[in-house]
């Protein structure tokens, strides 16, 4: 599976901004599809995911109510709908796919395949 991540830009603190991850060669089928973010200087952190089959829906305490994960099966693509952005949220995000377990879903290694990131640059 080939991901391709896009969606970020810069947005004032309060603003919105929609990911897009796009299985461009292969599909999601059985795949748990997540979201991960790392600012400079951090580590690469959880920030959602989602089941493709069942809809099994994660998000970290960070951005929970904030934060929407959704697919669209027609256009094989999971988005990531973020709203009330904090400075804090300025990372580059990057989805992934894997066949993760409940228990490892929140776990970058449970990831087999990585898109290659889109910026989100929050300014206060």
């Known amino acids: 599976v080939q991901l391709q991540a896009s969606g970020g830009g810069l947005v004032q603190t309060g603003g919105s901004l929609r990911l897009s991850c796009v299985a461009s060669e292969g599909t999601f089928s059985s795949y748990t599809i997540g979201w991960f973010r790392q600012a400079p200087g951090k580590e690469r952190e959880f920030v959602s995911a989602i089941r493709w089959s069942g809809g099994n829906i994660y998000y970290a305490d960070s951005v929970k109510g904030r934060f929407t994960i959704s697919r669209d099966y027609a256009k094989n693509t999971v988005y990531l709908q973020m709203n009330s952005l904090k400075p804090e949220d300025a990372a580059v995000y990057y989805c992934?796919?894997?066949?993760?377990?409940?228990?490892?879903?929140?776990?970058?290694?449970?990831?087999?395949?990585w898109g290659q990131g889109t910026q989100v640059t929050v300014s206060s």
């Open positions: 992934a796919a894997g066949r993760a377990i409940a228990s490892t879903t929140y776990y970058a290694t449970a990831y087999s395949y």
